[in-house]
């Protein structure tokens, strides 16, 4: 039977290397939102033993214009465990024509991190191909001996508008391992797949480009995909249980996390010099702090294939790390402290992204810290140096994480925004001058995911704060511009400031008299409503705007028509507008309201016509005429 099956690996890499590759060939559904099509694509796995795998692995991308060049770069991955070979890349014109051909030398070798880390073990090689004419085909081709076989998975797809002629993975199983599989079709695509004893093939085909429109989900929602859990896997030379959870969150705890937590007399002696008292919530907040004034962000990826934290003991010592190592360190002081906190994996996105409780995975892409106590669930952010104490950024919140812990792992859910938890508050004084300019004094103050968005001003030079200030309300014709009392309230996660200016032009003469719109330092957001809606949409960001707004007249003017309140009320979120008038004086008062969630194709058009309406209502003109 294994040499029927080599047979089978070896035909199917004779079909492949006998592709057309020619734009004349590529089906006309595929060409249609594309800016490039993967040609071809297999990876041919053969698992010998709990720790040695072969995969050979083969990609054809024809690149169709400029903006796809980037799915022409050919990147390879290689470790000390991870070992790769055979490399040949070849390029293709339009005609099919191959025109030149590549080999291992003439590929750049850069450390494989998105931040210039310290400390990797991992390394990519990558080749730019150049080329002057469009389109163009590039395959490539290589071989992966590892010992790492904790991570297996089959996504065809892995971008907006890139389109899939023929995509495949293969399986040859001849470690005797139980491997579970987890097919997520969609509409996009349905896998074709096969199992014959320990051969498993799985294939898609002709899988076209996705748009990406406004309000766009993760990409993740809307394509195919086959995963993968072995029972056994080994990673970095360390032998593993993912039967379950538990059983793989013994192995972490103890493989991963332990080694790395001592209690060195160094971190017990930081902890003493602390001097803590009063409640534990307290004793936490004042540790966090501290651990943030001490540490900074560097990427580390050493030790167990950059899943195992650097030592709590090298953190303290040097006073750096990565989100894996600063969350066991401030664990590691809390355990100095006598109390208990558990290091949570998540998957950090702006859509919500959780893991499947009866589906065990070596996954994740960032680590928190959960620290339980009797009043309330305390969960910290620890690669920052300035978000606040107990504040998770958006793209951590309403997700379930991996809390592991000494007995497995416990599956528990991270805090859900409301939109009124993440607010913009602003409280504004406007004075009409009789030339149509207005000098205004502000208040804003942000909670919650507003509060993450406005984090990097905190650190930056007055001119530059004076210059976001004049991109972000770019709508006024701004003389001068001042910021003051930038605050960043650690305690409570909030952020705020005073804003100055004078503007020329904001009122509109029509005679005598004059005309303004009653939002001056909001912007509604514009969608496209021309096509017909292709795929879902989401609203990642649940948020609440409160703005209230107090115009004074200019001398010899008063206010004439006055427009009635308005109140918009949809499943998406509610907006409301209210005008009073004291004498000279007109407070408007003006919420909008977005709630959190992902909604079919179908609700788009009513979505738009609300934002539409809040538009028009913020658009809203108020005349005032001349005595």
Same mark, same amino acid.
């Given at each position: 039977m294994i040499k029927i099956y080599t047979l089978c690996f070896a035909f199917l890499s004779i079909i492949l290397s006998a592709q057309d590759y020619g734009v004349a060939s590529i089906p006309e559904n595929l060409l249609e939102n594309s800016k490039a099509i993967i040609r071809e694509s297999s990876k041919d796995h053969i698992l010998k033993a709990v720790n040695e795998m072969e995969i050979k692995s083969t990609r054809a991308v024809t690149v169709l214009n400029a903006s796809g060049e980037e799915f022409g770069v050919v990147g390879i991955a290689y470790s000390p465990t991870h070992k790769v070979s055979n490399i040949k890349v070849e390029l293709y014109d339009d005609t099919g024509k191959m025109v030149r051909t590549f080999s291992r030398k003439d590929f750049s070798d850069y450390t494989h991190n998105p931040s210039a880390g310290l400390y990797v073990d991992d390394r990519i090689l990558v080749l730019r191909p150049v080329y002057t004419k469009y389109p163009y085909t590039v395959k490539a081709s290589y071989e992966v001996n590892t010992s790492d076989t904790a991570f297996l998975n089959f996504t065809p797809v892995s971008s907006y508008h890139l389109a899939v002629q023929k995509s495949s993975f293969t399986m040859l199983n001849k470690s005797g391992i139980k491997i579970r599989t987890k097919i997520s079709d969609k509409p996009l695509a349905k896998v074709n797949h096969s199992e014959d004893g320990g051969l498993w093939q799985y294939s898609y085909e002709n899988i076209p480009a996705v748009l990406r429109e406004d309000l766009a989900p993760s990409i993740d929602y809307l394509v195919p995909e086959v995963e993968f859990s072995p029972e056994k896997f080994s990673l970095a030379g360390r032998q593993g249980d993912m039967t379950t959870w538990d059983s793989f969150g013994k192995w972490y705890y103890h493989q991963l996390m332990s080694p790395v937590s001592e209690l060195t007399p160094q971190i017990k002696a930081e902890v003493a010099a602390l001097n803590l008292t009063g409640s534990t919530e307290e004793k936490v907040k004042k540790i966090y702090h501290y651990m943030q004034d001490k540490t900074r962000y560097v990427f580390i990826a050493m030790g167990i294939g950059g899943w195992q934290p650097m030592p709590a003991s090298e953190v303290s010592a040097k006073g750096y790390g990565d989100c894996k190592a600063l969350t066991n360190y401030m664990r590691t002081l809390l355990l100095a402290a006598g109390i208990p906190s558990y290091y949570a994996i998540i998957y950090a996105d702006d859509s919500v992204i959780s893991f499947d409780k009866d589906f065990p995975k070596f996954s994740g892409n960032h680590a928190i810290l959960m620290v339980p106590t009797e009043k309330?669930?305390?969960?910290?952010?620890?690669? #920052?140096?300035?978000?606040?104490?107990? !504040?998770? $950024?958006?793209? @951590?919140?309403?997700?379930?994480?991996?809390?592991?812990? &000494?007995?497995?792992?416990?599956?528990?859910?991270?805090?859900?925004?409301?939109?009124?938890?993440?607010?913009?508050?602003?409280?504004?004084?406007?004075?009409?001058?009789?030339?149509?300019?207005?000098?205004?004094?502000?208040?804003?103050?942000?909670?919650?995911?507003?509060?993450?968005?406005?984090?990097?001003?905190?650190?930056?030079?007055?001119?530059?704060?004076?210059?976001?200030?004049?991109?972000?309300?770019?709508?006024?014709?701004?003389?001068?511009?001042?910021?003051?009392?930038?605050?960043?309230?650690?305690?409570?996660?909030?952020?705020?400031?005073?804003?100055?200016?004078?503007?020329?032009?904001?009122?509109?003469?029509?005679?005598?008299?004059?005309?303004?719109?009653?939002?001056?330092?909001?912007?509604?957001?514009?969608? #496209?409503?021309?096509?017909?809606?292709? !795929?879902? $949409?989401?609203? @990642?960001?649940?948020?609440?705007?409160?703005?209230?707004? &107090?115009?004074?007249?200019?001398?010899?003017?008063?206010?004439?028509?006055?427009?009635?309140?308005?109140?918009?009320?949809?499943?998406?979120?509610?907006?409301?507008?209210?005008?009073?008038?004291?004498?000279?004086?007109?407070?408007?008062?003006?919420?909008?309201?977005?709630?959190?969630?992902?909604?079919?194709?179908?609700?788009?058009?009513?979505?738009?016509?609300?934002?539409?309406?809040?538009?028009?209502?913020?658009?809203?003109?108020?005349?005032?005429?001349?005595?």
């Open positions: 309330e669930t305390i969960w910290l952010e620890n690669t #920052s140096q300035k978000v606040a104490y107990n !504040h998770l $950024f958006y793209s @951590s919140h309403n997700r379930n994480a991996l809390a592991v812990k &000494e007995n497995g792992i416990e599956i528990v859910n991270t805090p859900i925004y409301q939109p009124e938890q993440s607010k913009e508050k602003m409280f504004a004084t406007i004075a009409l001058q009789a030339d149509g300019s207005i000098a205004s004094e502000a208040k804003f103050e942000f909670s919650g995911g507003q509060y993450d968005s406005n984090l990097p001003l905190i650190g930056l030079k007055d001119d530059e704060v004076q210059e976001t200030m004049k991109s972000r309300h770019y709508n006024l014709k701004i003389d001068k511009i001042g910021v003051q009392n930038l605050r960043n309230d650690r305690e409570n996660g909030k952020i705020g400031y005073d804003l100055k200016l004078s503007a020329n032009g904001f009122a509109k003469k029509l005679g005598d008299d004059l005309f303004f719109p009653v939002m001056p330092y909001y912007q509604s957001m514009t969608l #496209s409503g021309n096509d017909e809606r292709k !795929h879902p $949409f989401e609203n @990642s960001f649940p948020f609440q705007d409160d703005y209230e707004i &107090e115009y004074s007249l200019p001398a010899g003017y008063r206010f004439t028509d006055i427009p009635a309140p308005s109140t918009v009320t949809t499943e998406f979120g509610t907006y409301s507008i209210n005008f009073k008038v004291n004498e000279n004086k007109l407070r408007v008062h003006r919420i909008l309201t977005i709630h959190k969630g992902l909604y079919p194709k179908e609700k788009y058009k009513e979505y738009l016509a609300f934002r539409k309406k809040t538009a028009s209502n913020d658009n809203t003109k108020i005349l005032i005429t001349k005595l």
